[in-house]
């Protein structure tokens, strides 16, 4: 009968080989007994160091940061940041209320044709420009089907023989 021998490597003083006989039962053992000992059951701190490296990874630059107004501005001094931002966002107030002072009004918008004179709801502004184009559009071609001949122009007095659209020149 075949008996498998496995060579362990034991660490120590003198590396050295050891050789054992194996019989099921005893290789069965020693799996098991290795299956325990090597067993890669994450713990919670290998767990947040490896999501940590991961965030780190994929985290934005400083520039990036400072763009979307998530870090403040390194060229002030962090005593003076706080300041410094309540200054820009005064600014910016000043600047809204002065450009809303020189905002026209309505009805200043309305006479130079910026804004249409209309007293429909804002919902219904859009139908109601479309409706009043279709308008516009059936009476011109009402018109146009309308138009009298130059024959009749000419009899009337309003175009000249020579202005005849009809004739060659």
Not at 19 to 41: A, G, M, Q
Not at 137 to 162: F, M, T, V, W, Y
Request: a neutral charge.
């Amino acid at each position: 009968m075949f008996s498998p021998v496995l060579y362990l490597w034991h660490p120590g003083l003198f590396d050295y080989f050891i050789p054992l006989l194996l019989t099921p039962n005893t290789l069965l053992t020693i799996i098991t007994y290795y299956n325990v000992l090597h067993r890669t059951v994450p713990s919670p701190t290998s767990e947040r160091r490896n999501s940590l490296e991961k965030h780190l990874q994929t985290r934005p630059d400083m520039q990036d940061l400072k763009n979307r107004h998530i870090l403040l501005d390194t060229n002030v001094a962090p005593a003076l940041q706080s300041a410094r931002q309540e200054l820009d966002r005064q600014r910016a107030t000043d600047s809204l209320k002065k450009n809303l002072e020189k905002r026209p009004d309505k009805d200043e918008l309305v006479e130079r044709n910026i804004l249409p004179a209309t007293s429909a709801a804002p919902a219904l502004q859009a139908h109601a420009q479309e409706l009043k184009r279709h308008m516009l559009a059936d009476n011109l071609e009402h018109k146009i089907q309308n138009r009298p001949q130059p024959e009749e122009l000419i009899s009337q007095g309003i175009l000249s023989e020579d202005e005849n659209p009809r004739s060659p020149v």
